[in-house]
């Protein structure tokens, strides 16, 4: 069992208060907080053994190089990948489904073929293929949600045939907390020979992952919802894939031999890392993993459910509040989501705030999902080591001033 206590004194800015009251912050899947561990880590290098990578033969820019690779290959162990060269470092989240959907969609798709996606995707993980739609002709699919909230397993069997040529899923929804069986979803993508790339922004911070049992073939996630800084992400391939995927950008570093009229690319991760990389934040990400490590990724999805269970309870105190999400824990992460008829979000959000407590308000980036709940807005709590009991019993409480606020009571 995790106790938050013993991590809290790790997070600086956990101590401040907000608005006069101990801050609840409620806000890890849009970011995280960060450890001392990582802001020190990202502080030395600056302070003892900066220099540009890979460049130089001098001693700083062998010790910046070699602090860069060795975070590679600890996301590497941390992910159980094949080889640390399957570990692509990349802008964020965003940018590794972009460099998929670019670098595999463009060569591989053609007019008729068909990205397969669902209606609970990020705009991360819609946007990029609508954009690949209208270069190759290639159609888009919608695995659906249930009147519960899961992904609709029996429909998705109807879903696949020989035109899917890529499927893309997030591995947990940031905005239902669910976490869809990816295992079962690989196989029947590979059934019919199609790609898949697992939106892991919201599941890796918060759950074990092993790529090699995953039964995907890529995988996209960010540093900054992991303790992490920001600026820094990754995607994750399978060898033989990454060797047959076209760069997105070109530029110093990527290549093997440029002349005038054509180049040649460096072997894998390189070709995908052009320009000066985020070596610091890269390095930063090696010790937030470092960190999780410690704790342990099963520990940490533990104690996320657990806070996830008792939010759902104390949650159903609040007269007419309705939950956008499973109501038990089952295959669901630690993101809750609530509506309450009569109070926007973006209010429920401000009113809370003046009580310390942190919570996102809105559409958190995913359009379709709200109009397919029939909601303009939803307010989030998302919860990670740190957070306790206390937090939600916060969360409540400012739940119920604002109801008093708005005459709800
Ligand atoms: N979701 C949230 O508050 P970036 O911004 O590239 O680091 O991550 C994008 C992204 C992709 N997929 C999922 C499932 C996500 O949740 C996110 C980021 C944040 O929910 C910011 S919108």
Redesign the pocket.
Known sequence: MIDPARFRSDFPILGREINGRPMAFL?S???SQKPAQVIDAMMDVYRNSYANVHRGAYTLSQEATEAYEGARRKVARFLNAAAPEEVVFT???????NQFAYGWGLGNLKPGDRVLTSVM?????IVPWHIIARHTGAELSFLDITGDFRIDLQKAQDRFDERVKIVSL?G????LGIMPPIGEIARLAREVGAVMLV?G??MVPHSPVDVQEMGADFL?F?G??MLGPTGI?VLWGRRELLEKMEPMEGGGEMIREVQLFESTWAPVPQKFEAGTPPFVEAIGLGAAVDYLSEIGMDQILEHDRQLTSYALDRLEEVPGLSIQGPANTIDRGGVVSFDIPGIHAHDIATILDQHGVAV?AGH???QPLMRHLGLAATT?ASFYLYNSEDDIDALVDALGVARRLFGLD
């Not at 802008?91 to 489904?97: K, Q, V, W, Y």
């Not at 947990?172 to 905005?175: D, G, L, P, R, Y």
């Open positions: 806000d899947a849009a970011s802008r964020n989240t965003t940018a590794a489904i995707e990020h705009h991360s993980n997030s947990m929804s940031n905005v939106d922004a919201q996209a960010s900054h919802k992400g996102r958190h980036c995913a989030r």
